[in-house]
């Protein structure tokens, strides 16, 4: 894994009490990493109208933890394990089936939640062990976690570099790309794997019962505040990103003392407030 120690020594200098401490830096630099990813994908996730497919990859993660503590696997590694075999089993059936989109994936979203709830039912104690992904708490990511999450990062920037035109063109019409040449079920399996792995690495973050806010509030945002498909992407990035900071910092306020994910949402939401002001303001001016 990468030494991180120069990052985390940037963020010691940052004039702010709580990023002094270790744990907090290395939950810093793991949102500061996570939420654009999750920006970004939000974007493609409201583009492909695949919302709902990452709420099912989220709540897979009772089925990922179950198995890992029921087979004495680390639930953080059977977990991301776990997530993108649904992720890609979704794809899979969704391309071979006549039913909808939305009807496969709410079939996969019953099959691994009864699934994860049965494994439970089994050996009660691990209820509780549980609990902490259903909420989830970025301030226990370690350092390993934190190299792992930079590695996906890059892995994320290369394939939106080679492929966001290309799953753009996907998104308007899938027939037309791949008449043009682009090698559509290659390019759909591969971003279902990296949502998948995103929305994973979410799920520690923020939890099962936000992970999905956390990849469409921003992206909503940015379709209130963008007037093209590349403002969107970038306001997206800012949105995801000053959510995370600030959300973070505030939540670690004696004032405050909130739970961090809680925290990020909320100020990703307070965001989209403002955008949809901002566009109500702009089309009372055109209807004007």
């Known amino acids: 894994m990468p030494d991180l120690t120069f990052i985390y020594d940037l963020l010691g200098r940052l004039p702010l009490d709580c990023l002094q401490m270790r744990f907090m830096q290395q939950a810093m630099l793991g949102l500061l990493l996570l939420a654009p990813m999750a920006s970004v994908l939000g974007v493609e996730v409201i583009s492909f109208r695949m919302a709902f497919f990452s709420d099912a990859i989220g709540h897979s993660a009772f089925a990922g933890v179950a198995l890992g503590l029921i087979l004495a696997i680390n639930p953080r590694i059977s977990m991301p ?123 520690w973050a923020v939890g099962v019962l936000l992970v999905t806010a956390l990849l469409i509030v921003p992206a909503a945002t940015a379709r209130n505040l963008a007037a093209t498909a590349g403002g969107m992407f970038w306001w997206a990035l800012v949105v995801g990103l000053s959510s995370a900071f600030i959300g973070l910092v505030l939540s670690a306020q004696e004032w405050m003392s909130t739970a961090s994910g809680a925290t990020v949402i909320l100020v990703s939401c307070c965001w989209f407030g403002v955008s949809a002001l901002v566009a109500g303001l702009r089309g009372g001016r055109k209807s004007a």
């Open 81 to 203: 394990l776990f997530g993108v075999l649904v992720g890609l089993g979704i794809m899979a059936v969704r391309r071979r089936s006549n039913l909808s989109g939305d009807t496969v994936i709410g079939i996969v979203f019953s099959a691994v939640v009864a699934f994860g709830l049965a494994v439970v039912s089994r050996a009660p104690g691990v209820g509780r062990d549980m609990q902490r992904f259903l909420y989830g708490d970025i301030l226990t990511i370690t350092e390993a976690e934190t190299g792992f999450l930079l590695l996906l990062f890059f892995a994320m920037l290369l394939f939106q570099i080679a492929g966001y035109n290309r799953l753009l063109y996907i998104a308007l019409n899938p027939v037309m790309a791949r008449v043009h040449g682009v090698r559509v079920a290659l390019w759909q399996y591969v971003f279902a794997a990296l949502l998948a792995l995103v929305v994973m690495f979410s799920v």
